[in-house]
């Protein structure tokens, strides 16, 4: 079970972002996909979530309009587009999959490395 994330670096407030997270077929497969992100000195937040079957998303209210959450079930990857990015956005961020359809930590399972972004002002 792997969860790889890559598309982190540098960028300036108000640039752009893609993010990829690439699954296992075995995890990605019935397994709803979220993004999290833990900025320094605070806990690890929920930023997004798709649901593996209807394709369903939230998002956490400060991304709204900026971030879009998406999955490819034919490369077993999930991606988060963030536009618009603020110094605020500054975090590492991390995928995660489970079989709960929910924000909350606990209910994912398997979990990236994490990767960086940072928004300079």
């Known amino acids: 079970v792997q969860l790889v994330e890559s598309g982190g670096g540098l960028v300036q407030a108000g640039g752009s972002l893609r993010l990829s997270c690439a699954a296992s077929?075995?995890?990605?497969?019935?397994?709803?996909m979220g993004w999290f992100r833990q900025a320094p000195g605070k806990e690890r937040a929920f930023v997004a979530r798709i649901n593996w079957s209807s394709g369903t998303t939230y998002y956490t209210d400060s991304v709204k309009g900026r971030f879009t959450i998406s999955r490819d079930n034919a490369k077993s990857t999930v991606y988060l587009q963030m536009n618009s990015l603020k110094p605020e956005d500054t975090a590492v961020y991390y995928c995660?999959?489970?079989?709960?359809?929910?924000?909350?930590?606990?209910?994912?399972?398997?979990w990236g490395q994490g990767t960086q972004v940072s928004v300079s002002s």
């Open positions: 077929e075995r995890t990605f497969s019935r397994n709803h």
């Open positions: 995660a999959a489970g079989l709960i359809w929910t924000s909350s930590r606990s209910g994912y399972d398997y």
